[in-house]
T-cell receptor, first 112, second 115 residues
Framework: QKEVEQDPGPLSVPEGAIVSLNCTYS??????FMWYRQYSRKGPELLMY????GNKEDGRFTAQVDKSSKYISLFIRDSQPSDSATYLC????????????FGTGTQLKVEL | GAVVSQHPSRVICKSGTSVKIECRSL??????MFWYRQFPKQSLMLMAT?????????EQGVEKDKFLINHASLTLSTLTVTSAHPEDSSFYIC???????????FGQGTRLTVV
């Protein structure tokens, strides 16, 4: 079993839809949770960062962490074609430096 | 966010030769740098962690003699793929952290093709 599971997709949605991306994990010691966006042949860029459980909102993006279920989500409201990319969840331990464990990434395509 | 520059963005080399990839933190001092490898439609796999001035720590299954990592300064780390083979063809990505913030910043990646 992988430490972090993420549906690779692809996920195709119409413009304006609400997108829900999810990851599950097995290590209950993970405390920091991140979502990265990666365009084709580019490095990942940090979208959202959350510590422990709870919600965090930034513009059209909302990140949720449910530590009791070992489940994290990223919601994208009013999705745009420019949101088409691969979204990777990542997480790390407290005191683990910046060593991240990544999900496989979900490929998202927002269509006109 | 902070800027991490990775060079080259693409490189093609012949089998048996060595290739060096540079990772620079442009506006902060990177006490720790990470090197990842990513195959198509797969996740980033951590290869090694390097701290400035000390030897890199390699993940299990990564050959340290094949993937040489040098982190000689607080703004530069290099990854050298020695005696490259076609199976080394991949997307290599570095990230850098300043040791104070909880996030690390990624370079734009290097597409290595060994022919």
């Amino acid at each position: 079993q992988k430490e972090v599971e993420q549906d690779p997709g692809p996920l195709s949605v119409p413009e304006g839809a609400i997108v829900s991306l999810n990851c599950t994990y097995s290590n209950s010691a993970f405390q920091y949770f991140m979502w990265y966006r990666q365009y084709s042949r580019k490095g990942p860029e940090l979208l959202m960062y959350t510590y422990s459980s709870g919600n965090k909102e930034d513009g059209r993006f909302t990140a949720q962490v449910d530590k009791s279920s070992k489940y994290i989500s990223l919601f994208i409201r009013d999705s745009q074609p420019s949101d088409s990319a691969t979204y990777l969840c990542a997480m790390r331990l407290t005191g683990g430096g910046n060593k991240l464990t990544f999900g496989t990434g979900t490929q998202l395509k927002v269509e006109l | 966010g902070a800027v991490v520059s990775q060079h080259p963005s693409r490189v093609i080399c012949k089998s048996g030769t060595s290739v060096k990839i540079e990772c620079r933190s442009l506006d902060f001092q990177a006490t720790t740098m990470f090197w990842y490898r990513q195959f198509p439609k797969q996740s980033l796999m951590l290869m090694a962690t390097s701290n400035e001035g000390s030897k890199a720590t390699y993940e299990q299954g990564v050959e340290k003699d094949k993937f040489l990592i040098n982190h000689a300064s607080l703004t530069l780390s290099t990854l050298t793929v020695t005696s490259a083979h076609p199976e080394d063809s991949s997307f290599y990505i570095c990230s850098a952290a300043d040791g104070r913030n909880t996030e690390a910043f990624f370079g734009q990646g290097t597409r290595l093709t060994v022919v």
